[in-house]
């Protein structure tokens, strides 16, 4: 059984950062990209950043450029989202996803997503 567990949410003021750590357990880090959504009330989810098994680094979201990064820990089948300079916009519940490198990787992060976490809150107060 494939699982993928977020951690790392809460509740911080505008400036502030946080990092999320999503491990994974049941599937092998090598045939996946893994990435994080985040979903806004009365907003659809939209992908933020994507990892691919070599490390590359693909950015799907221009609002959090130079303030998030992400990384992998592979001996940890775990991935992180840091989070900088945090602002009341990026109030969301962030989401962790697994995804097949054979559906074209990370710019095309999202098309077949076969795991998600159950998500975690992160609120940015003004």
């Known amino acids: 059984e494939v699982t993928l567990v977020e951690s790392g949410g809460g509740l911080v003021q505008a400036g502030g950062s946080l990092r999320l750590s999503c491990a994974a357990s049941g599937l092998y880090f090598d045939d996946y990209v893994l990435g994080w959504f985040r979903q806004a009330p009365g907003k659809e989810r939209e992908g933020v950043l994507c990892?691919?098994?070599?490390?590359?680094?693909?950015n799907l979201l221009d609002s959090v450029k130079g303030r998030f990064t992400i990384s992998s820990d592979n001996a940890k089948n775990t991935i992180y989202l840091q989070m900088n300079d945090l602002k009341p916009e990026d109030t969301a519940t962030y989401y962790c996803a697994a995804e097949s490198s054979l559906f074209g990787g990370c710019p095309h992060l999202g098309s077949h997503v076969g795991y998600w976490g159950q998500g975690t809150q992160v609120t940015v107060s003004s």
């Open positions: 990892i691919s098994n070599d490390n590359g680094v693909t």
